[in-house]
């Protein structure tokens, strides 16, 4: 399993390198997210195979893919999906909270305020359990 997700990682990895748009910034963390995808849905190739998962929805855990709890955040009602969007953007995807700003026409200062008290939401949501992601949830969603 470990050399089908390192085969996995360099698959992707080189993969996006012709694909990659160099006018962005933050090239590495964009590739290695590309990265971590390939090895994600190796890994979750892998857990689909083998049901560990109870019942019930485990709370979220660090090896959650944070894309998935932000989806869970969003279907609970624990932030917007505009919130959702300008977390992944901004945090996951890399990208400048300015740039993003001025893409969507709002005032940065704006942007920066709602990511935060979206981001308290969340934390304090994980924290107290109202946010969730089942196994076989997180295994369908990385693997489709």
Known sequence: MIDDIVSEIVTDFVAQLRRIDIDRPNILPRLLLWARKGALRVRARELAS???CAETPEPVALTAEPFMVLAEAVRC???????????????LEGQALRAYAARSEVPADRLYKRRRAAETRLARAIEEGQ?????DELASNLAG
Request: charged share 15%; hydrophobic share 45%; proline share 4%.
């Open 77 to 91: 009602q624990v932030i917007t999906p505009g919130e959702a969007k300008l977390i992944n953007a901004t945090r």
């Open 131 to 135: 946010v969730s992601v089942s196994c």
């Open 50 to 52: 083998i049901e560990i």
